[in-house]
Every structure is written in C-alpha cells, then in structure tokens.
C-alpha cells in the first residue's frame, strides 16, 4: 500500500521554475514507476512524464528539454523539476504510481494517486 503526497506548486511568472515532490509512505516504493500527469481546467488528465523503475524516462513532446523527472528511492520520492515554464503549464498535477513496468498513458493503468498541486503560471 503507497500514500503519495505532492508538494511544491505554487503561483510562477512565465519563464519561471518550479520542483514538484511526490512523496511516497509505503515501503514498496522502488518497484513502482511513478508517473506524472496534469490536468488543465475543462481538459483530459494527461501523463506529462515518467519513471520507470530502472530510472529510465518518458516526456510527452510539449515538456520536452524544460522538464526533469527524478527518483529517489532511499527517500521515498519523485521530483518534477519545471523550467521555463509557460501560461499553458497551468494545471493541477499529480503523481501515481503503476506496477507497471513501462509508464502507461492510461490512468486506469496507475494503482495510487497523489491528491494533486496546483501550478499556475501567469503571462
């Protein structure tokens, strides 16, 4: 059983950076891949990166070069780190955690999810 927990959105000028941290209370937490995935108002959930359990990695094309996913298993947690961002960044984020091997783009496929942070990102 994981509990994630997301910290670190906040309010950002555009060009600005942020680090989300997803912090995980079980003990199981290296085998998992951990996806990231946001939300914007009136749209889809969408996976935005991942992890794998091996440390390799995934960005969806739009995040490509300005974000960074991490791991780190002796501390229970995922990071996000987001450089210059832009006003369509804005969104809720979460975290989740799959059994997975891969990081699947279908929520379905994610057995634990964080509550989510809100970034903003203003023009």
């Known amino acids: 059983q994981e509990q994630l927990v997301e910290s670190g959105g906040g309010l950002v000028q555009a060009g600005g950076s942020l680090r989300l941290s997803c912090a995980a209370s079980?003990?199981?937490?290296?085998?998992?891949?951990m996806g990231w995935f946001r939300q914007a108002p009136g749209k889809e959930l969408k996976l935005v990166a991942g992890?794998?359990?091996?440390?390799?990695?995934y960005y969806v094309d739009s995040v490509k070069g300005r974000f960074t996913i991490s791991r780190d298993n002796a501390k229970n947690t995922s990071y996000l780190q987001m450089n210059s961002l832009k006003p369509e960044d804005t969104a809720v984020y979460y975290c989740?955690?799959?059994?997975?091997?891969?990081?699947?783009?279908?929520?379905?496929?994610?057995?634990?999810w964080g509550q989510g942070t809100q970034v903003t990102v203003s023009s």
């Open positions: 989740a955690a799959t059994a997975h091997w891969g990081v699947p783009a279908d929520v379905s496929e994610y057995d634990y």
């Open positions: 992890v794998r359990r091996n440390g390799s990695v």
């Open positions: 079980g003990r199981t937490f290296s085998s998992y891949s």
